[in-house]
Antibody, heavy 112, light 112 residues
Framework: QVQLVQSGAEVKKPGASVKVSCKAS????????MTWVRQAPGQGLEWMGW????????KYAQKFQDRVIMTTDTSTSTGYMELRSLRSDDTAMYYC??????WGQGTLVTVS | DIVMTQTPLSLSVTPGQPASMSCKSS???????????LYWYLQRPGQSPQLLIY???SRFSGVPDRFSGSGSGTDFTLKISRVEAEDVGVYYC?????????FGQGTKLEIK
């Protein structure tokens, strides 16, 4: 079945970077884009950006434009989201998804 | 960016009774291909969002037929014909017609 499996929880200090991975299975990775969404504790869903599965084309939310890098590795069917210059308000659950489904299980990033 | 507005923000329903929630978009979600790119998700406590309805009114695989989506253009409704205990959680609408994809604030459903 179509599935996205994300890397494990991370604890980072302010100013550091974090890189979350999302491994896809059950479909042709290069045929679909990958979207990243985050959810702060007790809050709603916030779109961070999208990357094409084959062309490398990307679109980032303006809010993260200067701090986020999204990449893919088609040889391993894996997407990556790196967020730099972390702040305490970046503490959140980070999700990958192939719109509209499925979603990954989420990766908790704690900045403290 | 397209703004998605959900109402109400919370809903308390007796098991077996119907429930209805609304989502409005600031722009039409009707694409030139004839599809309306509006999705409904349920996020149960501690879980990733799961797709209920795609393209306005199509139930995703495995979703009970007590869930239905309707509407057109900019006004959308999710209805649950008979609420069950497992329906507790937060319901989000999301537009997929343009990037950035945007979400409503969510409607929290609780059982009386």
């Amino acid at each position: 079945q179509v599935q996205l499996v994300q890397s494990g929880a991370e604890v980072k200090k302010p100013g550091a970077s974090v890189k979350v991975s999302c491994k896809a299975s059950g479909y042709t990775f290069s045929s679909y884009g990958m979207t990243w969404v985050r959810q702060a504790p007790g809050q709603g869903l916030e779109w961070m950006g999208w990357i094409s599965g084959h062309s490398g084309k990307k679109k980032y939310a303006q809010k993260f434009q200067d701090r986020v890098i999204m990449t893919t590795d088609t040889s391993t069917s894996t997407g990556y989201m790196e967020l730099r210059s972390l702040r305490s308000d970046d503490t959140a659950m980070y999700y990958c998804l192939r719109v509209p489904s499925p979603w990954g299980q989420g990766t908790l990033v704690t900045v403290s | 960016d397209i703004v998605m507005t959900q109402t109400p923000l919370s809903l308390s329903v007796t098991p077996g009774q119907p429930a209805s929630m609304s989502c409005k978009s600031s722009q039409s979600l009707l694409h030139s291909d004839g599809r309306t790119y509006l999705y409904w998700y349920l996020q149960r406590p501690g879980q990733s969002p799961q797709l209920l309805i795609y393209e306005l009114s199509s139930r995703f695989s495995g979703v009970p037929d007590r869930f239905s989506g309707s509407g057109s253009g900019t006004d959308f409704t999710l209805k649950i014909s008979r609420v069950e205990a497992e329906d507790v959680g937060v319901y989000y609408c999301m537009q997929g017609i343009d990037l950035p994809n945007t979400f409503g604030q969510g409607t929290k459903l609780e059982i009386k």
